[in-house]
């Protein structure tokens, strides 16, 4: 008569798991854990953006803007000086007289500093 042959865990394991795959799957679960996903932004609030920004070019007020920087936000604080239509990019003096440009596709929120 035949024995009875459990194999414990194995039978419960993947048939075919390849290194490459466990890889993948470690990358995949790292990358996008970190990562914060930019916001969906109806026309309303983009609407106030430009509001706000015209205003505070208008008045020559400082503008705190909250960017999307490849999934890390981060914080820009200056003066509005020129509006792009074309590529649809703003330019701002910062506090220390330097120059940035940013897209206004990646503009979180604006916020004037009156």
Known sequence: MGTIR???IIKWQ???MLPEHKALNKK????DYFLNKKPVLDEYQVEEFENN????M???????FRLHNEGNPIELHGYCVYID???KELSIQKKDSSYEK????EIISVIVED
């Open 53 to 56: 920004i015209h205003y505070a």
């Open 14 to 16: 993947a048939a075919l």
């Open 58 to 64: 208008e008045y020559h007020l400082p503008i705190s």
């Open 6 to 8: 459990d194999r414990g």
């Open 102 to 105: 940013i897209k206004f596709n």
């Open 85 to 87: 239509p074309v590529t």
């Open 28 to 31: 995949k679960d790292k990358d």
